[in-house]
């Protein structure tokens, strides 16, 4: 567990309970000695709400890092490649538990995996892709008529009876 107040320190085990600074005998401190200033006892929330820790040297203009890719850094043994994200899989921007959270190359793979989580929840298949234009799921290797082309997944008769409503509102306004 790392010290509340910010500075990125992981905390001792308390070897001993003590109430009055709120130690439990097995358990991690909340502080390391001398870390507890006076009203900073909550961990420092981004407004993306994000757990950030002060990291002494890290950066003099905005010292603060996100815990969450600190134990990535960790996990890996050396600094996130440039472009790479951290996605929690539960997506509680606070729960930074190592086995919540995944390395992705880039922002293209992080995406789909939110994608993918989208459509394994609402369809219970992760394969699922939903149309443009109905709103309604697929699954593309099942269903015939349902088109990708890029980013955007159509039905064919969806894309014909939009092309369709298309040309009569162009025809009426000339």
């Known amino acids: 567990m790392y010290c509340e107040c910010g500075c990125?320190?992981?905390?001792?085990?308390s070897s001993k309970t003590?109430?009055?600074?709120?130690?439990?005998?097995?358990?991690?401190?909340?502080?390391i000695k001398g870390h507890n200033p006076r009203g900073k006892s909550?961990?420092?929330v981004s407004v993306e709400g994000y757990?950030?820790?002060?990291?002494?040297?890290?950066?003099?203009?905005?010292p603060y890092i996100g815990e969450h890719i600190l134990i990535a850094e960790k996990a890996i043994g050396h600094k996130l490649p440039l472009g790479s994200i951290v996605h929690h899989v539960d997506e509680n921007r606070m729960n930074n538990n190592n086995s919540n959270l995944v390395i992705c190359q880039d922002?293209?793979?992080h995406k789909l995996l939110h994608r993918r989580m989208k459509a394994l929840s609402e369809t219970g298949n992760s394969?699922?892709?939903?149309?443009?234009?109905?709103?309604?799921?697929?699954?593309?290797?099942?269903?015939?008529?349902?088109?990708?082309?890029?980013?955007?997944?159509?039905?064919l008769l969806c894309q014909r009876e939009y092309d369709k409503k298309r040309y009569m509102e162009?025809?009426?306004c000339r």
């Open 8 to 13: 990125g320190q992981v905390t001792r085990i």
């Open 18 to 31: 003590r109430a009055a600074d709120g130690h439990i005998k097995g358990q991690h401190m909340r502080f």
């Open 42 to 44: 909550k961990p420092r």
């Open 51 to 62: 757990v950030n820790i002060r990291r002494i040297g890290y950066n003099p203009t905005n």
């Open 107 to 109: 922002i293209a793979y």
């Open 127 to 155: 394969h699922s892709e939903k149309c443009v234009h109905c709103k309604k799921w697929s699954i593309p290797e099942l269903d015939p008529n349902l088109r990708i082309s890029g980013r955007s997944v159509r039905h």
């Open 170 to 172: 162009k025809k009426i």
